[in-house]
C-alpha cells in the first residue's frame, strides 16, 4: 500500500484547504485512514480519522467544527476539507493508512504513511 497526500499551501487565517490522500496497490486491505499533523517542536498528532465501510469520523477537538473528513472509496481517495484555519493550524500534514491482512490463524495491521504535504496559515 501507498499514500500520497497532495493540497498543502499558503493561506490566510480564515481561509480554506482541501487536502488529498490518494492510495496505490493492495487498497482493499485499508481499514481506517487518518489525517496526522506535526508542527515545528511538537509532536505528532491525530486530526482525523474515518473507518471503512460506515464511515465512522473522529476528530481532535480544536478541529471539531472547522474540518470535514470524507473518503471516496471508488476512488481510494480520502479528503481533509479545512475551513476557519488558524495560524496555529500550521503544520505538516500526513495521512495514513491502516491494512488488515489475515495470516491464517490472525490479523496482522500495519501503518502506511505519507510523505506529508506543507500546510502555513499566515495572520
Known amino acids: 500500500v501507498q499514500v500520497v497526500e497532495s493540497g498543502g499551501g499558503l493561506v490566510q487565517a480564515g481561509g480554506s484547504l482541501r487536502l488529498s490522500c490518494a492510495a496505490a496497490?493492495?487498497?482493499?486491505?485499508?481499514?481506517?485512514m487518518g489525517w496526522y499533523r506535526q508542527a515545528p517542536g511538537k509532536q505528532r498528532e491525530l486530526v482525523a480519522t474515518i473507518t471503512s465501510g460506515e464511515g465512522s469520523t473522529n476528530y481532535l477537538d480544536s478541529v471539531k467544527g472547522r474540518f470535514t473528513i470524507s473518503r471516496d472509496n471508488a476512488k481510494d481517495t480520502m479528503y481533509l476539507q479545512m475551513n476557519s484555519l488558524k495560524p496555529e493550524d500550521t503544520a505538516v500534514y500526513y495521512c495514513?493508512?491502516?491494512?488488515?491482512?489475515?495470516?491464517?490463524?490472525?490479523?496482522?495491521?500495519?501503518?502506511?504513511w505519507g510523505q506529508g504535504t506543507q500546510v502555513t496559515v499566515s495572520s
Open positions: 496497490g493492495d487498497t482493499f486491505t485499508i481499514s481506517t
Open positions: 495514513k493508512a491502516e491494512s488488515a491482512r489475515w495470516y491464517g490463524d490472525a490479523w496482522k495491521v500495519y501503518d502506511y
